[in-house]
């Protein structure tokens, strides 16, 4: 009779977290980053139909790295939960911290419960308003969700943009030209090849900008700034 097939649980969370690492890895960098007037998303991403940024509700954005289709099955849970949130209570009980702890919950039940982990890694930004602070929050695969502080890096060669981003970063937060620049020059030495305006996809939460603060910039926007 043949021994049953057995595989520790250590070993079988390690797969998995490889696994989903090897998948995010493949991908391209996402880059959030504070600037004075709000928040700054940018992409490495040539496809000009496919969004990795995107808008969640009046004042938060949402930014996924990894299998396209998984995040974006993700981007709408979240929308359908702000919009059901918004609409049962008030449009403020809407917040970054809500919807990242909710993922936070969803991947870490998925990647613990599935054979195959979801290969994701998402964040969850608001721009603050009337004086309070701006929020970001990077989920992983495995459910575990970080407060990032000025700006946070997901997918692709992460540590190595965010190494290159630690040695730039201004002591205070700059103009949105800067920013970009920023953004730019530490995506471009990691990538596969020359970052174009045509293959970055940005957009800004703005916290001048009445009611809905989320703005996406189109590649000759992106050049002008950049210019």
Not at 63 to 72: Q, T
Not at 134 to 140: A, G
């Amino acid at each position: 009779m043949a021994m049953p097939y057995y595989v520790s649980p250590e070993q079988m969370m390690q797969d998995k977290a490889e696994y989903a690492r090897k998948g995010i890895a493949r991908g391209r960098s996402i880059i959030a980053m504070e600037y004075v007037n709000g928040i700054l998303l940018a992409a490495d991403n040539p496809s000009a139909s496919l969004h990795k940024i995107s808008e969640v509700y009046d004042n938060i954005a949402f930014a996924g790295a990894g299998k396209y289709s998984e995040f974006e099955n993700l981007r709408k849970a979240g929308i359908r939960h702000a919009d059901l949130k918004g609409f049962m209570y008030s449009r403020e009980d809407v917040t970054a911290r809500s919807l990242a702890n909710g993922y936070s919950q969803s991947l870490g039940t998925i990647f613990g419960q599935e054979l195959k982990p979801l290969e994701v890694e998402i964040l969850v930004v608001q721009v603050g308003n009337n004086g309070h602070a701006n929020e970001m929050y990077r989920i992983s695969f495995d459910g575990s969700i970080i407060d990032e502080r000025l700006y946070a890096v997901i997918g692709g060669k992460s540590e190595a943009v965010q190494a290159l981003l630690k040695d730039k970063l201004p002591a205070e937060p700059p103009d949105l030209k800067a920013a970009l620049s920023l953004c730019v020059s530490s995506l471009d030495p990691t990538g596969s090849q020359k970052l174009s305006p045509e293959s970055l996809e940005v957009a800004v939460l703005d916290r001048t900008r009445d009611s809905r603060k989320f703005r996406r910039f189109t590649p000759t926007e992106t050049k002008q700034l950049l210019s």
